[in-house]
């Protein structure tokens, strides 16, 4: 496919990545239509590797050289300068690289669940960046699948995209409803549901049964409000990571990266 110069920002065929720091327009254009947007070129590449197609490349015209294997002959690569990408995209493409890849359905919860020892269960987390975080957590530390509340961000937002660094591809995620009380499903699945709070009369992590860190699925909820007490009433034990020097609570991407090394630190046993 040959590069086709794009000059002015206006252009239809670039519609695809307007206004890429606007969340809200992003949210109703991205899933509706069946894509989503990776930015740099490792992450392109791990979304190429994972398995999506490409429906378009749009890059500084100097940097065409760095993915021309990647070129299909269906997805047409839009170059620019950065004065043009900038009025498009709405910021500096400084990785100088975006692609637009289609959606594929997501497993069922079933399908998750089916092949893993242990989860990630999120309640309302909305910000892409804890969110990304977490899913790269969840690909290094040892956890399997994440589910998700239908009050959750999209995991392929392009920050979450980013700040995962391309991880959220690798991971089954799936929607979990209806919310809390399919919290049944995972728990009949053989999963203890455990629910992560910095309330100190919970269960430090480290004093788990061997039966319950047998199969947890970990319960977070957003930053600041944490998890609602309808969550809490739907899990099986509270837990907490013990803190120090009077701190009350870590980041919850930090908590989670934290819960998820101790509930995996036997497999380097």
Not at 36 to 55: H, S
Not at 131 to 160: E, I, M
Request: hydrophobic share 45%; glycine share 6%.
């Amino acid at each position: 496919m040959p590069v086709v110069p794009i000059t002015d920002p206006s252009d239809e065929r670039i519609a695809d990545y307007r206004a890429l720091t606007d969340v809200e327009l992003r949210t109703r254009w991205e899933p509706p239509n069946g894509l989503f947007i990776a930015e740099g070129e490792l992450v392109v590449r791990r979304a190429v590797r994972a398995g999506y197609r490409l429906r378009s490349l749009l890059m500084d015209e100097k940097r065409i050289g760095q993915v021309a294997d990647l070129l299909a002959a269906d997805a047409p690569l839009y170059a620019g300068d950065q004065a043009v990408l900038e009025a498009i995209t709405g910021f500096h493409v400084h990785r100088g690289v975006l692609a637009s890849f289609h959606r594929r359905p997501l497993p069922t919860v079933a399908e998750v669940m089916s092949n893993a020892r242990r989860l990630a269960v999120l309640e309302g987390m909305n910000s892409h960046t804890n969110l990304g975080a977490v899913f790269r957590s969840v690909a290094a530390l040892g956890v399997d699948g994440v589910l998700l509340s239908p009050t959750c961000a999209d995991p392929l937002y392009r920050r979450s995209v980013r700040v995962s660094m391309g991880e959220v591809f690798a991971i089954p995620y799936a929607r979990l409803e209806p919310w809390p009380s399919a919290l049944d499903t995972v728990r009949d699945a053989g999963f203890t549901v455990l629910a992560m709070t910095p309330a100190p009369d919970a269960v430090p992590l480290q004093g788990l049964t061997p039966e319950q860190r047998r199969r947890p699925a970990l319960l977070l909820g957003a930053e600041g409000p944490g998890l609602t007490r309808e969550a809490f009433a739907a899990s099986d034990l509270r837990v907490v990571i013990p803190m120090r020097r009077g701190v009350d609570s870590l980041n919850v991407a930090t908590a989670a990266a934290v819960a998820f090394w101790e509930l995996s630190r036997e497999d380097s046993h």
